[in-house]
């Protein structure tokens, strides 16, 4: 399939394009000057029911949408382009609007860049301490952009939050200085827009250095959903399955992290075809998603998701919640509302698909797992737990928040039994 690619510039030759309103393709083009915003022909022929935009899920993720703005940020951009201003000011305001919604949460910047000799490595992540995150140049763009994604400030070309290592020695010689490292996870962006050997270039020298306590590799990417020709008929498709195998062969394990976010994803026959081959070379595929408003908020929905994973050799990893970024406002869903469909999908899925886990909020000191409500005495709190920490100590440890029907974040929970800080906010001062 040869590869088309739609963003801000020229979405408006889109085939199917000529059905959609002017207000709506208008609302495309401010929000899309401020959050980064590209899609396929793949997406536009196969997944998306052009009958339908207003409720299509696809559609809804993929195409910038008026809320997800504030009304304000909204009203700045449209005068701007309604009054045809210049390119250099709408970039200065759009650069200025962006700042204000929280690029790279979590402390990203401030707390997971990690040194090697008295220098900051900022193609590197490393929070858990198993874990490494390794952002290669070469795989910062990706297939489409997701409005939801927490990695927006990756896209809109501001250099200052760009994530991003040239060299994969400088990987290697950080991690022969962390022996607690059995995983790396290759990121972006999504690493798959590299050509094949780019990544073997990258993974070659991993296997090279004979890292003894390394035992994965993990590839985050949504290649499999939204561009599976990537492991079909991409002019390097075999030699990157070759790859895959290599790695697997090697005594090192390849794990392809992927995100399907609906069924309606999984469902084509391209997907099955790519999936049937990346399992063949030994690889596992595993998935996660947010959960988000008006794309995939019922639990039959995740039911049948978790379902046809499984029935497909995918294994369900995690259900997120939309992280507190971006277009947030448009996507969340308050926190017991996301437990409740996670309960009410997890119930009747067979035990296969209970790998999964969630709902999960991705925060600064860890990944906070809410478990529900709970009545404790007269009291009814909401029970959460890190699954993953900063401080490895704090992983299972149970703790509580006042019961909250609205909070969509961790920021709007208040400790409960009057406590003044949960227990992690005490340890880490
Ligand atoms: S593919 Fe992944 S990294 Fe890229 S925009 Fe979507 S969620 Fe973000």
Known sequence: MKYISYNLKNFREIPFFERICSELKFNIEVVGNILPFKVNNYIINKLINWDNTETDPVF??????????????FQIMSTLLKKNSDSA????EANKIRMQLNPHPASQIQKNVPELNG?????????YRETVLFFPSRG???????SFCFRWPQFVGIRKLRLVMQEVKQLIEYLKTKPDVTDILITGGDPLIMRTVFLKHIIDELLKAKLPNLINIRIGTKALSWWPYRFIDSHDAGDLLRLFRKVNRSGKRLALMTHFNHPKELSTQEVKIAVDRILDTGTIIRSQAPILKNINDSPEIWQKLWTKQVEMGIVPYYMFIARNTGAQRYFALPLVKAWDIYKKAYKNVSGLSRTVRGPIMSTDPGKIQILGPVNIGKEKVLCLQFIQARNPDWVDKLFFAEYNETAIWRNELIPAFGEKNFFYERDSR
């Open 60 to 73: 809804l993720m993929t195409f910038p949408q008026k809320e997800m703005l504030n009304p304000e940020h």
């Open 89 to 92: 000011d709408i970039r200065r």
């Open 119 to 127: 220098k900051k490595l900022w193609g590197l992540q490393h929070k």
């Open 140 to 146: 910062q763009t990706c297939h489409a952009y997701c």
